[in-house]
Each structure stands twice: as structure tokens, then as C-alpha cells.
């Protein structure tokens, strides 16, 4: 009888382990990791993601710009764009992806985009916002940013996209507020 019960035993084991090794392939790759983007479902999942200030901070500086708050580091600016409500990932050509959000309390026009390569580093960062100095401009500002030394023009085209995809111009205050958007783009270029 003990005999036959270890070979039920064993024969239920043998059916049991492929069972629970087969479960484990649709398990959630876990947190999201900023070295692999892919485990991020949106801009404020990877923003908050460890490494990531570090390396917002080593890819922008420490320059302080006007864009959602009046004379804000740069750096600031982009968590705060990125740290609210937005859509989910935007896989690009090259393994590369598009993070993209608004600041928490301001969805009218404002927000942010970061552009990540398959390991996570930045490539791009884009604001679409209404310059807010002592008072915010009537109108919409795009401001992109990327390295020197790289392959820009497919980051600038992706960052152009989001900021005048049908989904984010219906967040705009006023149907006016584009116009004449390409004078009010800018390019800048960092080291």
C-alpha cells in the first residue's frame, strides 16, 4: 500500500511540475526597471522607476526654464510632466520607446515626452507647454531636446508626432492656441 501511494505520489508530482513551470511564463515581469523599458506600462510608472532622476538630471543639467512653473530646473519641470496622467507606451523604430504624460494637476496642453532606448537610456525629451513666466503665454511652446553626437532627425520626428497628435491638441484650452506652432518650436541641442 505505501508503495502504491509514493507511485500516485510521484506521478501526480510529474503532472504538477510542468503545470506550474508553464504558469510562470505569463507571470508579470515585475516592477518596472528603467534599464528595460518594456516592463513600464506609462511615463509615471518609468519616471518613478530607480535611476531615473539620476539620469534625467545627467542627460538635461541643471538649467532652469519657464515651461509649466515659472523659473523651474529643468530636470523638475520634466518629473512634473511626466509624473501624471498619460497614455500608455509608444513603441518606436530602433527598439527605442515614447513615454509621454502631463503634469497632475494641468492636462490643458501641458505636457511632457521621453524618448528611451531598449536599455533605458534617454535619447530625447520633449514639453509641449505655455511658457509660464509671471504669467503663462496664450499660446502653445514645443521644446525638444537631444544630444549632439546622435542620430536626431527619427527623435525630433517622434517627438513632433506626439506633440500634435489628435490626442493632445483635444487637451488644448482654445483651438487657437497652435496657432503658428512651427515658430514656436525649438530645437535644442545638448552636449
Known sequence: MCKLLQAVCLIALLLIMPWSASSAEGVPAGPCRMIDPSTCVNAKD?????GFSEALGHFIGSSKVSYFQSDR?????AM??????????VTLA??????????SRDCRGSAAAIIVNEYGQIEALGFS???????????RHLDFYV???GDNDPLIAALKNWATSDSLRKTLPSTDADNGIDGRTSIHVLP
Open 46 to 50: 518609468f519616471s518613478h522607476a530607480s
Open 73 to 77: 530646473s529643468l530636470s523638475g519641470q
Open 80 to 89: 512634473s510632466g511626466l509624473g501624471g496622467a498619460g497614455a500608455g507606451v
Open 94 to 103: 530602433d527598439k527605442r520607446y515614447l513615454f509621454s504624460a502631463c503634469p
Open 129 to 139: 507647454s505655455f511658457h509660464c513666466d509671471a504669467a503663462c503665454d496664450d499660446y
Open 147 to 149: 544630444r549632439k553626437n
